[in-house]
């Protein structure tokens, strides 16, 4: 770097800068004999003739990439956008409103997305913080929730049944274990001598270890057609896990019957207002296997032959060893690798 006092640019400041010039590139290669780049800075001007006599000693030294910033180019780079911010932050010249207008025409976006960024960041460690808060809460209610390609009728959906199962495999079997279920309950409406199916949802919450029958509900609507099927139950200090920590680590499983299956756009499962899990179809992975656990009423012998499906989700990206028809994996209820999404009540429509 050569910078001068009071420079006129005589022949004497000109002398003064090629020698400094020159010390430094044999110093610096003095340092190290491997270098072969030089960046050279100077508030003297320099012609287009003295740079090339600088630039050709440096490549008799061994530089291959040299770089020299005289007095003209030094202003051209502080009056450009890019300098603006240095201009103003070490030598206190304050911004134009053009020149604000051009740097922010220039780099605006950039600035908006590193604030964006910053701000996301924050909010992500706000948000983990309160759910881990809410971990210690009782866990008052868990539901399943699927969501439908299209408007479906009773006549589209037919008989159906999905459940989630979520075991506690770290206790010996039979494991600790809660299910969260629904099957079709439509009521039958009529008017003047016409009947009319309308949408119905039968919830079934039971428990092992300790054996409870939790949730017997059927909730009804007035509508002839729905985008999106749930079921649920209260679990204040009912079954295995009482607060909603205690699902951390639980081992759950997603069955569905065939039929709705097809129509099924997404499933998610909520505990006390958290999405602990979700997946959309394009993740999913059907297997043709029955629930491990019994269906816990009656049913008749038509609907018993309604196959079920267990859902399995894909595994993105997976590694090469891995054979590419087995990349699949379970639902993860695994805390530490994810912070679930709060809700307020709303439905989860595609």
Not at 67 to 94: A, K, M
Not at 264 to 280: H, K, L, P, Q, R
Request: charged content about 25%; overall charge negative; proline content about 6%.
């Amino acid at each position: 770097m050569g910078f001068r006092a009071n420079v006129t640019d005589s022949k004497e400041d000109k002398k003064w800068v090629e020698n400094k010039f020159k010390a430094d590139i044999d110093s610096a290669k003095a340092k190290n004999h491997e270098l072969w780049g030089f960046v050279f800075s100077t508030n003297i001007d320099l012609t287009p003739a003295e740079l090339s006599k600088l630039e050709q000693y440096a490549r008799s030294k061994g530089f291959s990439f040299i770089e020299t910033f005289y007095r003209e180019r030094l202003r051209i780079v502080l009056d450009s956008p890019r300098g603006l911010s240095l201009r103003y932050q070490h030598l206190g010249i304050p911004l134009s409103e053009a020149e604000q207008a051009a740097f922010f025409a220039e780099y605006g976006s950039q600035i908006e997305s590193l604030l964006h960024k910053g701000f996301g960041a924050v909010d992500e460690r706000l948000k983990r913080i309160e759910f881990f808060h809410d971990c210690s809460k009782p866990l008052m209610g868990g539901s399943v929730v699927l969501t439908l390609k299209r408007e479906c009728t009773p006549e589209d959906l037919g008989h159906f049944r999905f459940m989630a199962e979520i075991l506690n495999i770290h206790e010996p079997d039979p494991h600790p274990g809660l299910w969260i279920a629904g099957r079709d309950a439509y009521s039958v409406w009529h008017s003047k001598g016409s009947t009319q199916k309308h949408i119905g949802v039968k919830s079934l919450v039971w428990s092992r270890n300790p054996d409870e029958d939790i949730q017997n509900t059927i909730f009804g609507t007035s509508a002839i057609t729905a985008n999106q099927l749930d079921a649920g139950g209260h679990l204040h200090k009912r079954g295995p896990y009482k607060t909603l920590g205690d699902l951390d680590q639980r081992h759950m499983s997603i069955y569905v019957t065939k039929p709705l299956f097809d129509l099924t756009a997404g499933i998610f499962v909520i505990a006390n207002d958290y999405i602990i899990a979700s997946a959309d179809a394009e993740y999913f992975i059907p297997l043709n296997m029955d629930p491990l656990a019994d269906w816990p009423e009656p049913l008749s012998e038509t609907e018993a032959q309604v196959p079920w499906v267990t859902v399995m989700l894909k595994i993105v990206n997976p590694p090469e060893w891995m054979n590419p028809e087995r990349a699949r994996t379970g639902w993860d209820l695994t805390f530490s690798k994810y912070t679930p999404e709060k809700v307020y009540g709303e439905h989860l429509y595609c």
